[in-house]
Structure formats: C-alpha cells, structure tokens
C-alpha cells in the first residue's frame, strides 16, 4: 500500500507562486509515475501533469494545455516526493490538488499516465486558491 500526503496549498494572489509537495511512502519510489489532478468547484477532477517513472535519472512529463509554460512537475527520488511548481498562477487555477501514484514495469519507463483510471493511489488533496 502506497500512502500520498501532499501540502503546499494556500491562498495567494494571481501571478504568484506555489510549490505543492507529494510526501510518498515506499521504498520503491522510482517505479512510481505520480500525477497531479485538480477538481474545481462544481466541476469534475482533471488531469493537470504527470511524469513518469524514473530511468535512472531520467524521467519524461506531460501537462494539460492549460499549464504548459506555468507549472513544472519534478520528483526527488531520494525523498520520495514528487512537487509541482505553479507559477503565473490564475483565478482559474483554483481548485483542490490532488497527486496520485500507479507503480509501472519498466517496459513502461517512457509512459505518462494521463486518466485517473490509470491510478490506484491517491493523496487527500490540498486546496489552492487563487484571487484576483
């Protein structure tokens, strides 16, 4: 069993920044490819980025059209913990973050998870919020 805790969420003004923080538990956090997703109110959870898992040092990442250019998702293997950078950051940003976790073979080091269907863990969800 995989255990996800993230934190960094506030509430910050648009054009900020925050760094979210995805504690994992494990001793194989290389093999995890982690995600992000967010759900805004009233609306349905969404995909916002993911990497893969790691080879060694290396890992590929995908974001929603959305984002690109604004966040970053980056891991520290020798932490456990997968972050994702929000820069320029926009009312429509504001949402619950939450990061989630699927363990991949590595026939899949080059695969970026993209639905929740494709996780099988998940954090509690930090909130982010974002006034104009």
């Known amino acids: 069993q995989v255990q996800l805790v993230e934190s960094g969420g506030g509430l910050v003004q648009a054009g900020g920044s925050l760094r979210l923080s995805c504690a994992a538990s494990?001793?194989?956090?290389?093999?995890?490819?982690m995600g992000w997703f967010r759900q805004a109110p009233g609306k349905e959870r969404s995909f916002v980025a993911a990497?893969?898992?790691?080879?060694?040092?290396?890992?590929?990442?995908d974001y929603v059209d959305s984002v690109k250019g604004r966040f970053t998702i980056s891991r520290d293997n020798a932490k456990n913990t997968a972050f994702l950078q929000m820069n320029s950051l926009k009312s429509e940003d504001t949402a619950v973050y939450y990061c989630?976790?699927?363990?991949?073979?590595?026939?899949?080091?080059?695969?970026?998870?993209?639905?929740?269907?494709?996780?099988?863990?998940w954090g509690q969800g930090t909130q982010v919020t974002v006034s104009s």
């Open positions: 989630a976790a699927v363990i991949l073979d590595s026939s899949r080091n080059y695969y970026i998870p993209k639905s929740e269907s494709e996780y099988v863990y």
């Open positions: 494990g001793r194989t956090f290389n093999t995890y490819a």
């Open positions: 990497t893969t898992r790691s080879s060694g040092n290396t890992h590929f990442a």
